[in-house]
């Protein structure tokens, strides 16, 4: 509760209260949607390499990566984006399981000279329950920086941790189901002033993120169509938050500002028509060309909100040698959704030694 008197940091805290609460709960935002497309990276990382085995009709083999860099840069609407991630993993457990270290980092600037730059790392444990059943877990690290500005320029840090699970499925190598759950936990600082007040907070963030997806494969003479049907949602809780204010040649550190909830909602069905370039047979290689067309609807809700549906598509090359020990990924990808369009291309390259 703020004490209000007038020409103290209380009273310029209080009028300022509105737009400092929508800046934790925007970069909460920006935080939670750069989380969960780690997610989502690291389950179709798995299912592609379980997918990979059963085309090559191969248990669990002793495998090493030591590490694989990709990443995509975009500009679009005043706004530039680069994200990545890296990759790498080893057989352990008598190759009965593989520990797979992932890494992302994702940077963001706009027009109105704000920045925000992400990085996360986590490994994880796959343990290859059977030929077509992979559970993991994993245990992550982040680090985030943002500059600000605006009415209010200054800077939020943060650093947490994350934990969570997912299980991949394939059904008779014609459909396959995922599923992945994680929980986090931030520390923040929000250091920010417009001039006459200036604000230094402390404040925890707790994360929980939800996923799934079915996919199906119906084969034809000549091509492959999968029916992809996935939903996320993710929320952010953030806590009281601690305020030290100077204003008017006053300090006071026993103020505090309220918290608040941001959530993320998404429903996406893509289509993905894929030509078999090669089958694995007498160890010859296995490839494959797609184009995914997608609908993609979004829920947000916190920091502004809003419901919005748009289209999108992806064309992508992937290959495996016929011994399985190289891989390679293309995929250049374009969505409109809420009237901003997004694009990125993305190479990947792996051999295990």
Sequence with gaps: MINVQAGTPASALAAAQPTLEQIVLRQAQKTLSSQASIDQRMIRSGMQRLVQRQRLNRQQSNRFLPLDVDGAARFDNGEF????????LSSVAKQSAEVVTTGAFNFVSDRDGNFSGYFNGRSSLEVQLAHDMVL???????????????????????????AGGYVLRSFNDVSYITGFAALGRNKNQ???SNGTLQVDSDFDSTTLRLG????????????????????????????????EAQAYGLTANNLNLAGGDVEMGQLMFMPQIKWPLGDGRDSAAVANFSLSPRLTCRVTRGAGGGRACGTGAALGYSAASGDGLTLFNATVEFDNVA???????????????
């Design 136 to 162: 993991g877990y994993f245990l992550g690290v982040e680090v985030g920086r943002a500059r600000l500005s605006g009415t209010f320029s200054g800077r939020q840090d943060s650093y947490g941790l994350n």
């Design 339 to 353: 009237d901003t369009k997004n694009g990125s291309l993305t190479f990947n390259v792996e051999h295990n030694f």
């Design 212 to 243: 799934a997806s079915a996919t199906g494969v119906f084969k034809t003479a000549r091509i492959e169509i999968w029916p992809e049907l996935s939903f996320s949602y993710a929320k952010s809780r953030v806590g009281s938050q601690a305020v």
């Design 190 to 192: 929000l250091v920010v």
């Design 81 to 88: 984006r680069l994200n990545g991630d890296f990759f790498a």
